[in-house]
């Protein structure tokens, strides 16, 4: 479907200000269309000097009420409309008067009321704007006629070239509309009327005076907006809160009068809802992040005194017990770390690692030498499946620097000890595979019978905990030996 501009380019003889202009005034025009309850077409003349063809006119723009059923199913836009059939738009044209009549449209069985409105721009009529009145639904209520006088002093406007505003659109995504809830505002201030949503929403804000006849200020609502929309004749927007819980957008459009401004509507709409959706938001993110925060901070207090009693300990069995209990929990520590910092159901996994890396370099006192290689990666966890891990991978690490390399004497030697972790992801499963070139497993090694403390603790979070599963084998290389661990987990188990 083309565009009005590429319509208005190819058919008409506008030029691009024009265009542009009659583009801000379509941008607009949704609020027209609410405050009349009509439909609305946009008619410019046939550049048809080609075919000396009668004057015709090409709808470069339609619009349906928003509170109202449409009048007409079809799409207008790009459509000729024969300057016979439409004598009122030709009228209107060439006075550059707003006629008021009846028309007769193809596919409406009735003749219906129309109004057409001149759209003068830079002193000259450049379009009609047609509003096409459906029935109405018994004698207009009072808003109703409200509306209709509002809708009368924006149509005055729209031929003084005084609407749409050069400042800025009136309608549109995220704006209030005319449903939400409308005050209008006299020349010096004072409120006209409220529709019921209107009333409604100053209740919120806790005013229950009636409104009538006073300003916003007089009733104690510091609207800086409204003041400065009467002054400048500007559109303009501000949202009032009241409390944690109720904020109301306010946005007013200017009436102007002979340049004068004359008054204000105020559509209001009642925003708390998405704003308190937005805060929960913001307040729950900031909530867990701080708790990861915390849950760290008291980790590691727990690790140091873990360090502490160590010291003061002279039973070298008591001192090294304690050492690997304040190494475990501050691998922990370093996950409610990584998700301090970007909380949420999931984390990147390979900042774990780097940390843990760290960690066990840092805490192992290795008489011999050990490098610590990272392969791959793992991407982004869910915490649930992170933190576990995390633990299971700190000890597998910690024994291959603690147990592998025991036979192989102090830093004299010239066996280099390497310990690779291969990270991978494989049929939704996280893959972690620890190697060492160490001494390997003892023949009467069992994963399945450790009594010691550190497999039992990755035994019970891998399979119990994590449904995964894990090997320990001893692999030969051409240069000697080492030990092979497989750990993979189900990465969308439910755990
Ligand atoms: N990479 C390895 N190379 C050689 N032996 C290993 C390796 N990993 C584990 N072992 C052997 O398995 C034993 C059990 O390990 P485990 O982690 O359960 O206990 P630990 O490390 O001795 O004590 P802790 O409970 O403090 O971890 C170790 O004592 C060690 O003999
Ligand atoms: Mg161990």
């Known amino acids: 479907m083309a565009t009005l501009a590429e319509l208005a380019n190819q058919r008409t003889l506008l030029d691009e200000p024009t265009i542009d202009h009659l583009l801000r005034l379509t941008a607009s025009w949704s609020l027209l269309s609410d405050l009349s309850f009509s439909d609305m077409l946009m ?56 006629i008021v009549g009846e028309a007769k449209i193809d596919d409406v069985a009735d003749v219906i009321p129309v109004w057409c409105v001149p759209v003068r721009f830079s002193g000259r009529i450049v379009a009609i704007m047609v509003r096409l009145q459906g029935p109405l639904r018994g004698p207009a209520s009072l808003y109703e006629q409200a509306y209709l006088s509002i809708f009368e002093r924006l149509c005055s406007m729209v031929a003084d070239s005084t609407f749409p505003y050069r400042e800025q659109d009136v309608a549109g995504p995220g704006l209030p509309r005319v449903g939400d809830g409308i005050i209008l505002i006299d020349g010096r201030g004072r409120v006209e009327f409220a529709t019921p949503n ?20 007089e009733l104690g609502l510091k609207v800086r907006v409204v ?36 008054g204000v509507v105020v ?5 708390s809802d998405l704003r308190q959706l937005n805060r929960l938001v913001l307040n729950k993110e900031a909530a867990v992040r701080e708790v990861h925060h915390r849950v760290k901070n008291n ?48 984390v990147v996994f390979d900042e774990i690692v780097r940390s843990l890396v760290l960690l066990v370099e840092d ?8 490098e610590i290689l990272v392969n791959g990666e793992l991407g982004t966890l869910s915490t649930d499946l992170a933190t576990p891990l995390a633990v299971a991978l700190a000890e597998l690490l910690t024994n291959a620097v603690e147990h592998a390399f025991t036979e192989f004497g102090g830093a004299a030697n010239d066996h280099v000890g390497v310990v690779t972790l291969n990270l991978y992801q494989e049929d939704d499963h996280a893959i972690a595979e620890i190697r060492d070139n160490g001494r390997g497993l003892g023949r009467d090694f069992s994963l399945d019978l450790p009594t010691s403390l550190g497999l039992s603790i990755v035994r019970d979070i891998i399979r119990a905990q994590l449904r995964g599963t894990i090997e320990m084998t001893n692999v030969a290389y051409a240069d000697g030996g080492g030990t092979f661990v497989r750990v993979s987990v189900p990465l969308n188990a439910r755990l």
């Open 363 to 370: 805490t192992v006192l290795a008489l011999h030498p050990v």
């Open 198 to 217: 209107a009333t409604n929403a100053l209740h919120r804000l806790g005013i229950y005076a009636p409104a009538e006849g006073r300003t916003l200020r």
């Open 43 to 98: 008619m410019a003349r046939v550049d048809d000097s080609a075919n000396n063809a009668e004057d015709n006119f090409v709808v470069l723009g339609q619009m349906r009420p928003n509170n109202r059923s449409t009048l007409i199913n079809d799409d207008l836009v790009g459509t000729t409309q024969r300057s016979i059939a439409w004598p009122l738009v030709r009228l209107s044209f060439e006075s550059g008067t707003r």
């Open 227 to 262: 003041e400065r929309s009467l002054e400048f004749g500007m559109p303009a927007m501000e949202e009032i809160d009241q409390g944690h819980d109720v904020a109301i957008l306010f946005h007013c459009v200017p009436l102007l009068e002979h340049a004068e401004v004359s």
């Open 267 to 271: 559509l209001m709409r009642d925003v």
């Open 299 to 346: 980790l590691q207090t727990i690790s140091s005194l873990l360090r502490l009693q160590a010291r003061r300990s002279d039973e070298p069995e008591t001192r090294i017990a304690l050492g690997e209990a304040e190494r475990r929990v501050r691998s922990i520590a370093v996950v409610h770390e990584v998700l301090s910092r970007e909380p949420g159901e999931e």
